[in-house]
């Protein structure tokens, strides 16, 4: 029985290969897919389901969908949620059309966030913050999910398709709570294929898989085959600072929020685990270890653009030319760097915000 990794715990899997196994997914093969982004090339982007569907949309300038929820609960995000827009971008940039769903509804159901509450964050924070890390405005469709009758009569749908021990064997375990919103997600999912049946890309973290399965298993039960399965990649977690778990705001001092005050953000950096010796004559001597590194993980994952530049720091403090300290320095500023833009890039999009293309139900 494979380990059950589900949306609502924070276990970093250890073996990201034995979760492609025990999971049934894909290796990810970026050769398959056209100029790569930075997840891709390095490693970040480790698995999918039928991928192969979406490189041929890709190859073929076939019409495909890439689609990703924003619960609205609170005033922050977190890298996970960076990852997931830097593929919607990739994919939006491949030609694929973008939704981004406003999960009010779960918000409202999961942590007590009225509608009312949710639309106000999602449209002065998390829909700004979405379009400062790189999603394109103009090639996305959004709605809110308390709006789209359309989700709620297919979440109503879906759940006859589905029993209890189905639901407890892909989840872990059953409450109503998480059974009404994980059928309205699928009902999400699907939506974008109601008006015209077509292969979609739904980036998530692996701990989003259960999502995925159980559309997946609806779909392949559905005789008319009104829908195309959806096809999926995963992103490998951003470890928290200190090494342990994914990045999770339920642990704030090896956590760096989005935004983050940079002097906090700094203080974090400085104290977060790294692949340095024990002294550092030894590092000058041994050279550190990246591959254990969270400084680097940070700089490979989020920081450093440029992979000449990445290399130079691996190759430098696997030499013992680079200590501990200077390579902190040069995370906190690109974090300060990256921290100033999005700030700057919220505060813009928050004026575009009315032009958006949301779905406009009657
Ligand atoms: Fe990590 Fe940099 Fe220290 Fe190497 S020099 S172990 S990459 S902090």
Known sequence: MPKTIDPYGAELPEDYTKVIKDFGLEEFKVEAFPSPNRLMRRGVIFSGRDLKRISDCIKDKKPFYVLSGIMPTNDKIHF??????????YFQEQGATAYILIADLEAAAARGVTLEEGKK???E???????????????TI????SENKDVVHMAYEFAQKITLNEFKAIYGSADPGRIMSAVTQVGDILYPQ???????????GIDQDPHIRLTRDIVNRTKAKKFVPPSSIYHKYTPSLNGE?????????????????????????????TGGRETVD?????????????????????????DKELQDIYDR???????????????????????????KGIEKARKQVDKLNFVKFS
Do not use: W
């Open 80 to 89: 996970g949620n960076k990852q997931v827009v830097e593929n919607i971008r």
């Open 121 to 123: 964050r999602a449209l």
């Open 125 to 139: 924070f998390h829909i700004p913050a979405y379009i400062a890390l790189g999603l394109h405005p103009e090639k």
């Open 142 to 145: 959004f709605y809110f999910q």
């Open 194 to 204: 109601l008006a015209t049946r077509m292969p979609g890309i739904i980036p998530v």
């Open 245 to 273: 778990l994914k990045m999770s705001k339920s642990m704030p001092e090896s956590c760096i929020v989005l935004p983050e005050d940079i002097k906090t953000a700094t203080k974090k950096i400085k104290r977060a685990l």
């Open 282 to 306: 030894i590092q000058k001597e041994k050279g550190g270890e990246p591959e254990k590194c969270m400084v680097f993980e940070l700089d490979k994952q989020h920081l450093i653009e440029d």
């Open 317 to 343: 403090c696997k030499k013992g030319d680079l200590l501990c300290g200077e390579c902190k320095d040069i995370a906190c500023q690109k974090m300060e760097e990256f921290m100033t833009h999005l700030e």
